[in-house]
């Protein structure tokens, strides 16, 4: 089995998309990382596990699943490194690889002295956006494949009986 463990914030810090989003709308660029962390985990088959850095937020340990990604929220005092290194040692074992997406030079040292492989921001960044284009087009292809009517529709009426078809009035 392979997981992967995010630094969230590393990565939210790295990628354009995101680093231009937080400063506005943090929650949002969370939420969007956490979007295609499920994509990236559905098409890869890897386990993820977004951990966020709470360090200086008081309150326990926050854990949930949303769209079968596991995030973490570390309790007041741990920061996301600590906590990534923790898992790195619990999760280890013999049919299990894990893989750790960090630009964060020290946290890359550290998880792989104990076994666990790195993924910089840009890495893991590349391999979503192939994986987004690889989705994008296996959704043309069934596209082209489903059957088209022999009569020639204008899209406004294809679209109306698309809604009617769905059930959308």
Request: proline share 2%; aromatic share 8%.
């Amino acid at each position: 089995m392979d997981i992967l463990i995010v630094d969230g914030y590393n990565i939210i810090g790295a990628w354009p998309e995101l680093k231009e989003m937080k400063d506005t709308d943090l929650e949002g660029a969370r939420d969007l990382l956490i979007d295609k962390m499920a994509e990236y985990q559905a098409y890869t088959g890897y386990q993820v596990i977004i951990v966020f850095d709470a360090y200086l937020v008081p309150g326990i340990q926050k854990v949930f699943n949303r769209h079968d990604v596991t995030v973490i929220f570390t309790s007041e005092g741990e920061t996301a490194d600590e906590k990534i290194e923790q898992l790195t040692v619990e999760l280890k074992g013999v049919l299990t690889q894990i893989h750790v997406a960090t630009s964060d030079y020290a946290e890359q040292k550290a998880i792989f002295g104990q076994g666990a492989l790195r993924k910089s921001a840009r890495e893991l960044l590349n391999e979503v956006k192939r994986i987004e284009k690889g989705i994008e087009e296996k959704i043309e292809e069934i596209d082209r494949s489903v059957r088209k009517s022999k009569i020639w529709l204008s899209p406004e009426v294809q679209a109306a009986f698309e809604k009617w078809r769905r059930g959308k009035s």
